[in-house]
């Protein structure tokens, strides 16, 4: 039971006097521990903060302006709302996101609740997250410490500039009619794909070529994500060029598709309106969390790429009157302009890529916003099925297809004697990862350690021993298979593929973060502090047979077939 005494609020451990009592916002606490861990609560009590999170979004949209809903007064046009075009609706983690943040709040205002301190001393790096808990102790009248409001950015015309100029080329698009579109970002393509002007994407394996032998034309709509392969717009473009009926939904073309895209950007920023207390509760302050999305949701680089992009949809839809749409889903801003402006024209059907995991909100909804969901989502596994069914999607809209970027696993291997040491896979937050490889190092004793960051990010920008740590450019896939046990963060959806090889896993919670792990199994072991990773590596199976069902596997994609009517 937590007293009211003064509490300190610190990013991580500090020494406090007697009469202080610490709670920590960015590290794990045991269970004897004297001190109050706001992520160990959510971790404790997930549902009930998810599904108030999503509530929090619900009201949002819903915030009276002028005698209408926030989402009606935002509309571009009827019945399509920008709110659901901000960065703020993208429900972001990582190093870009602010949700955690968010989440870790409410925490903290149920704490304020349940027993008020006499004071809250404030010791966070983060200003916005200090500003937000002023906020809400004041509104709650508990002394605190002032927080100054975080400096606004003066350089958003020049930011959407850069990035009109960017994209700009003076080439003109034929949008051809196609009886099917695949929309997805220009990444896990072969690395070939630039000398041979031959398209494979890891995201749809050999789906494009059943979709092709059935007779039917396949337009491809990308945006770009920088990476090794394609690191930046020019081989981006020179990519393009080579490969017929494929389109960068990023590029401006000419002139006067420019002068639309700044008409368009201008009138997205007319839209902003003061929304600050559409993100105020009667106790708990969000906006200083918020606040900065929302501004760059209206000014800068992000409305200018969502004008551009709206610009090339309306072009190529209008070209295309009946199809099938199949779009990687990731609750992207663009994903939801995609599946409004193809209409009733489309049969769309959204395709997560990986799995859907318990806090990745980007696929969820509250109550108030279910209207928002997809039609028809292909689900690649029945931990994903059940995700989404306990989100609230209804049954109906949910169809079985082959896990596309998995089909590698049905043909397994399970000789555990052809498996050594452990493979440490890297995630987006280089932070993150640098914690648990630094873990792993000291922890790992005489077995040999494997290095694979993640595909976006530079090895470069990671420390390490070479003659401890061995860093391998081999594909995970290859790499998971002949390892004795892999170590990720939470976040690194290559624990499903892991556990269905047989292969046990170590997945590393991010204090930072939620608890993104992408399921439950007895192969797969959770921990949070380097003590529970010592004894996870001690104690974890080395030797396990293959797991049935983790994705749905079928080389001939019987299921895919089906949905699409191929047979």
Request: proline letters at 5%; charged letters at 25%; a positive charge.
């Amino acid at each position: 039971m937590i007293d009211r005494r003064t509490w300190v609020v610190s990013d991580s451990l500090i020494t406090v006097g007697p009469d202080k009592h610490l709670v920590l916002w960015n590290e794990f606490v045991g269970e004897d521990s004297p001190h109050t861990s706001i992520p160990t609560l959510i971790r404790l009590d997930r549902d009930s903060y998810r599904d108030e999170m999503l509530r929090v979004f619900d009201d949002v949209a819903s915030f009276n302006v002028d005698g209408r809903k926030l989402s009606q007064a935002l509309e571009l046009e009827s019945g399509f709302s920008y709110l659901y075009l901000t960065l703020m609706w993208a429900k972001r983690w990582g190093d870009l996101g602010v949700l955690p943040n968010a989440v870790k709040m409410l925490a903290f205002a149920r704490l304020l609740r349940a027993t008020p301190p006499s004071t809250v001393v404030i010791r966070l790096k983060d200003t916005t997250v200090a500003k937000s808990i002023s906020n809400t102790c004041a509104r709650l009248g508990i002394p605190c410490d002032s927080v100054s409001t975080p400096r606004k950015s003066k350089w958003s015309t020049l930011r959407a500039l850069r990035h009109l100029m960017r994209w700009f080329t003076f080439a003109r698009p034929s949008y051809e009619k196609s009886d099917v579109i695949i929309a997805d970002y220009l990444f896990r393509v072969d690395p070939n794909v630039l000398a041979t002007g031959t398209y494979r994407s890891g995201y749809w394996a050999d789906l494009p070529d059943e979709i092709a032998r059935s007779g039917r034309s396949i337009t491809w709509l990308h945006r770009f994500t920088p990476h090794p392969t394609i690191p930046h717009p020019s081989a981006a473009r020179t990519a393009i060029k080579a490969l017929p009926r494929h389109h960068l939904l990023d590029q401006v073309h000419g002139v006067k598709d420019a002068w639309r895209a700044w008409r368009q950007y201008r009138r997205i920023g007319m839209l902003d309106i003061h929304a600050q207390d559409a993100f105020v509760s009667k106790d708990c302050d969000f906006w200083p969390i918020f606040e900065r999305d929302w501004r760059d949701s209206f000014r800068g680089s992000h409305p200018m790429s969502i004008a551009i992009i709206l610009g090339n949809l309306r072009r190529l839809l209008q070209a295309t009157k009946e199809c099938t749409l199949l779009y990687i889903y990731e609750n992207q801003p663009w994903e939801f302009a995609l599946r409004h402006l193809a209409g009733a024209n489309c049969r769309a059907i959204a395709v997560p890529h990986a799995t859907v995991r318990f806090w990745d909100l980007r696929y969820f909804v509250g109550e108030d916003s279910r209207s928002l969901l997809p039609a028809q989502v292909a689900v690649n596994s029945a931990v994903a099925k059940d995700e989404l069914l306990h989100g609230g999607y209804p049954q109906e809209s949910l169809l079985d297809a082959e896990a596309l970027m998995y089909l590698h696993t049905e043909k397994r291997d399970s000789n555990d004697s052809q498996r050594r040491g452990i493979l440490v896979l890297g995630e987006l937050d280089e932070m993150s990862t640098q914690r648990y490889l630094d873990w792993i190092a000291r922890l790992a004793g005489e077995r040999p350690i494997t290095f694979k960051p993640h595909p976006l990010i530079d090895a470069k920008r990671f420390t390490f021993d070479a003659s401890r740590v061995r860093l391998s450019s081999k594909s995970a896939n290859d790499l998971i298979s002949t390892s004795e046990v892999v170590v990720l963060g939470a976040s690194g959806t290559a624990a499903l593929e892991a556990i269905s090889l047989g292969v046990p896993v170590i997945t590393v919670l991010d204090p930072r973060e939620l608890d993104l792990s992408v399921v439950q199994h007895r192969l797969v072991r959770t921990v949070a502090t380097e003590a529970e990773l010592a004894v996870a590596l001690n104690e974890h199976s080395l030797r396990s047979t293959p797991v049935d069902g983790v994705f749905y596997l079928d080389q001939r994609l019987t299921r895919w077939k089906q949905l699409l009517g191929l047979n």
